[in-house]
Structures are given as C-alpha cells and as structure tokens.
C-alpha cells in the first residue's frame, strides 16, 4: 500500500529521512501524521522515528537540538524548520500504571510499532510512500476502529492514559471502540487514578472538542472512566445530559467547561481546581457559567461585569442548552453598552482627588457609583456631567 506523501509538510521531512537512509539507518513517518492522511484530514506535527540511535542522528546532521534525548527524540534544524527525529524504542516496567520504567533504544521497527497504543496510530510510512502495517491498522483505519496494540488489558495496564485516549480519539475521529478494547477500558478504569489530573485533563478537554462527542463521552460513561475522574462521578446525570446535547462541535474549553458545570451543577472554581485548570480559564469559565444562568434577560450590568470574552463563550454555551436560544440580541446589546471597561470611564480617582476629593474607600464607592450609572445609561459618560454627579 502506498501513500500520498504531497502534503509539504511531509516534503520538506522527506530529505531528512533520505539522509538518515544514506548513512545507513532507516526513518519512517510514525504516529498522527500517518493515521490523518490516510483519513484525509489536516495533518500537524508530522514525527519521524528511525532506528538510528540518538548520538547517530546528531553525527548526521549539522544542527540539531536535544529536545527530549532521555526519549530519544532529537531536534533536526533543517532550511529554518525543526523535524523531531525518535530513535525506535521499547518500554518496560511501567510498575506505576503510567510510566514506563526503562526506555530501551532498538533498531528493529516492529518493536517500535507494538509499543503504540492503537492500530490506528502504530503505522509506518517510508519516504517513498510505502505504508509498514504490521498490526491490521490499515483494515481498522477502514472499519473505523480504534483497537490496542496487541493485549489490550496489558496494553492499559502499562499505561492507564491510554484509556483517555482510546475515548479521545474515539471523539475526534468518529471511531467506534472495537470491543475488546472497549472491554478492557471497563476492567481497568480505575487505573485512571494513577495518572495526573493534568494529563487526564488534556485529554478529556479533546473529547469536548472531538467532532463525535456524544460517542465518546458515552464510552467514557459506559467503561466508568468517570467515575475515576475529579468531582464529575459523582455527577452523571449531568454527564448524560452532556452526551445528548446537540451535536455541533465545540469551539473553545471555555465553552466546554461552561457546559460542564452548568449540566453537572458543580461550582466553576472547585471544579477548575480539581482539574488543575489554568486560573485565567478558570475565570473565564466563571465569568460565562455566571453569565449563562442570567441569559433569559441580562442586566446591562451583568453583560458589562461578564467582558467581552465571556460573553461570547455564554452565547456559544447557551446556544446548546437551549436550541432555540438566539443571542443575536444579547450580542447587540453587549456592543452597545455605552462603555466596556473602567478605563472607557471619562473620569477616574485621580480626576476626582484633582477635584477636591480625599482618597479613601469613600471615593472609589463614589466612582464605582459612577461606573454602573454609566453603564444602565442614566448618565453620559462625559467628564464634566460625571464630576457634576460626583459632588452630589
Ligand atoms: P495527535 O497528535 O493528533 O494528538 P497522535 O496520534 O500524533 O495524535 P501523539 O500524542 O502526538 O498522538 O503521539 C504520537 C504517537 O505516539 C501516537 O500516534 C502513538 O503511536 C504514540 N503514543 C503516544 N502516546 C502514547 C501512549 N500513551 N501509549 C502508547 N503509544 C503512544
Ligand atoms: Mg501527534
């Protein structure tokens, strides 16, 4: 079987791997690349894994950088772009369900592929084109399928990570779950709690986003991954809820999260902090999850208070809870609120000190006074007439 290597991602690696190839090595294209263009989908980082080791790669090319060379991965700096280029490796141990306990460098491929998680995802492709399917990936590819590599019980025991992912993908490709596999997940969900809430995040973040998330998040249901996940075991009735909204693709995990909280009816900040969340999407998601709730008839206050960024992530959420919903309106409305921010205000606490006023909590009660009458509309924003209303 032959691929079509045209894209200019691919292209421009492809010197790369003639290169290792000329000094007696072999390098394939291996992972996501692979699986994506065979689907037909936008590629992104296109991997090259070869079977020469590290200190061999390095000696081949001119530049490179050593990005992860405890891996194995080593970055070739080639016409101004950087193509990470692994030694094919094997792992063992994994004594903690998440990692493995050594990472040993081979020469065979074969041994590379049956280390990867999915059929899907263990293809190979020389630069030629040729596609190494050593492990029915190509037939699954087909069938849609998302199936482990070999044992799929031991493959999840090695790595309880994989189980996120398997609903992952299943999200973001549209695959079922063979089986099996599907099997395993159940019998090992537990695992789950020995991964960092991180990497758990990361994953079920994609499964928001995933194009089918209604399958995955079913999957993720069904195997009781949730139930090892933080706070949302405990809230599956809003879980469900998530499966059956409608299916448009989320856009942003502001929106996700605002979904999620809202259907589980978990407070936003315990939530983002049980999930290791960043605080700035933390507070978007609380801006947004806040402005929802009061999305029947927003006060121009509220739509102020939200900003600009909540405001867009409460309409993209509300638009799923409720399908008739139309924020065209509340859109219009937030553009014309008569400013968007303090500093709009034509007067602040320096003005105001300017003016005769002593600082103190007094003034900024004074000026804040001022900010929501600007806002509702009951005065200009204009300083003149707010200095006037100051000295009242
Ligand atoms: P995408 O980049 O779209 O998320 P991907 O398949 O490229 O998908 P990566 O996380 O970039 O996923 O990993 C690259 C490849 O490394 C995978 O295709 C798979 O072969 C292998 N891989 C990654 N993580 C694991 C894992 N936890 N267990 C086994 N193999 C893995
Ligand atoms: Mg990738």
Redesign the pocket.
């Known amino acids: 079987m032959q691929i079509d290597l045209s894209h200019p991602d691919f292209q421009a690696a492809i010197p790369i791997m003639k290169q290792i190839e000329a000094a007696g090595y072999e390098a394939y294209f291996?992972?996501?690349?692979?699986?994506?263009a065979l689907l037909g989908l936008p590629i992104?980082?296109v991997?090259i894994a070869s079977s020469a080791y590290p200190a061999e790669i390095k000696r081949i090319f001119r530049k490179t950088v050593d990005t992860g060379i405890q891996h194995g991965t080593v970055m070739v700096l080639w016409h101004g772009a950087g193509y990470e280029v692994t030694t094919f490796r094997t792992?063992s141990g994994y004594q903690d369900f998440r990692r493995p306990d050594h990472v040993t460098f081979v020469r065979s491929l074969e041994e590379d592929?049956r280390?990867?998680?999915?059929t899907?995802?263990?293809l190979a492709v020389r630069h030629d084109g040729t596609v190494i399917d050593l492990f029915d990936g190509l037939a699954d590819l087909d069938r849609r399928v998302l199936r482990a590599?070999g044992d799929a019980h031991a493959?999840f025991h090695?790595?309880a990570?994989?189980m996120m992912?398997a609903v992952?993908?299943q999200s973001?490709l549209g695959f079922a779950v063979e089986p099996a596999t599907q099997a395993a997940i159940q019998a090992n969900a537990a695992l789950l709690e020995k991964i960092s809430v991180e990497r758990i995040a990361a994953e079920f973040t994609?499964l928001m986003l995933g194009q089918a998330r209604a399958a995955g998040l079913q999957t993720f249901l069904a195997t009781g991954l949730d139930t090892h996940v933080p706070l949302l075991g405990a809230h599956r009735a809003g879980l469900v809820a998530l499966a059956a909204l409608p299916p448009a693709q989320i856009t942003a995990p502001a929106v996700a999260w605002t979904l999620v909280a809202t259907l589980c009816q978990v407070p936003v900040h315990p939530l983002m902090t049980a999930w290791k969340q960043a605080n700035a999407l933390a507070e978007l998601t609380q801006r947004a999850t806040q402005l929802c709730a009061q999305l029947a008839a927003p006060t121009a206050w509220q739509l102020y208070q939200a900003g600009e960024a909540a405001v867009r992530v409460a309409l993209a959420a509300q638009a799923y809870l409720v399908p008739a919903f139309d924020g065209h309106a509340i859109a219009a409305a937030y553009d014309a609120l008569p400013i968007h921010s303090k500093r709009e205000l034509a007067i602040n606490g320096a003005a105001l000190i300017q003016q005769g006023f002593t600082p103190g909590p007094q003034l900024g009660e004074t000026l804040q006074a001022l900010e929501a009458a600007v806002v509702a509309g009951e005065l200009p924003n204009e300083r003149e007439q707010l200095i006037a209303a100051a000295m009242v």
Do not use: M
């Not at 280390?115 to 999915?118: A, G, K, P, S, V």
């Open positions: 291996v992972g996501g690349s692979v699986r994506d992104h980082d991997d792992e592929l280390r990867r998680d999915f899907v995802n263990a590599v493959r090695e790595d990570l994989r992912r992952r993908f973001q994609r």
